[in-house]
């Protein structure tokens, strides 16, 4: 998960993009895409404003975006990846097989694939190798949740 400090996930965004603002406005609308899709799922209150918003983002934001427009083919397929992914791992969560449900414990963070690739856009294999382990360090190496806590959730 992103800190809650705006000025640092602005500051992580821009080093992630080598400073491309329009990459790290396109990094910002996925997060918010990506929490607003978790807040739907996960709480009642507020789920039609946050489906609005959701909407927004997604139909009239994201499309405008000109980092997006410039990698939208290779974008596109990827972010279809982390969707099928976010969804699996779901409903893997419940799945009698313990390995299914492993994977399904890593998929619902797919959505750093995207951080990834829009590194490698920006900077190339040892950027993104470089920003996918300062992301990790970032949105997930202060978590101590296990598989078994994720499942209870």
């Known amino acids: 998960m992103l800190p809650k400090d705006p000025e640092s996930v602005r500051a ?4 992630w993009t080598r400073g491309d603002e329009a990459a790290a406005d396109f990094l910002a ?3 918010a895409i990506a ?15 946050n489906v609005c918003w959701l909407l927004v983002r997604t139909m009239t934001r994201l499309p405008v975006n000109p980092f997006f427009i410039r990698h939208a083919q290779a ?10 992914q976010w969804q699996l791992s779901d409903e893997w969560r419940s799945s009698r097989d313990a390995l299914k ?6 998929m ?3 959505v750093g694939s995207i951080v990834t690739a829009v590194a490698a856009i920006c900077g190339g294999y040892d950027h ?19 598989v078994e806590d994720w499942i209870k959730d």
């Open 12 to 15: 992580a965004f821009l080093r």
């Open 29 to 31: 609308e996925i997060a």
């Open 101 to 106: 449900r492993q994977f399904g414990f890593v």
């Open 35 to 49: 929490r607003l899709a978790d807040d739907i799922v996960d709480e009642d209150e507020n789920r039609q404003r």
């Open 128 to 146: 993104a190798k470089t920003t996918t382990e300062d992301f990790f360090e970032l949105c997930h190496a202060g978590s101590r949740e296990t």
């Open 108 to 110: 619902r963070e797919a």
């Open 75 to 84: 974008l596109a397929p990827l972010i279809n990846g982390v969707i099928v």
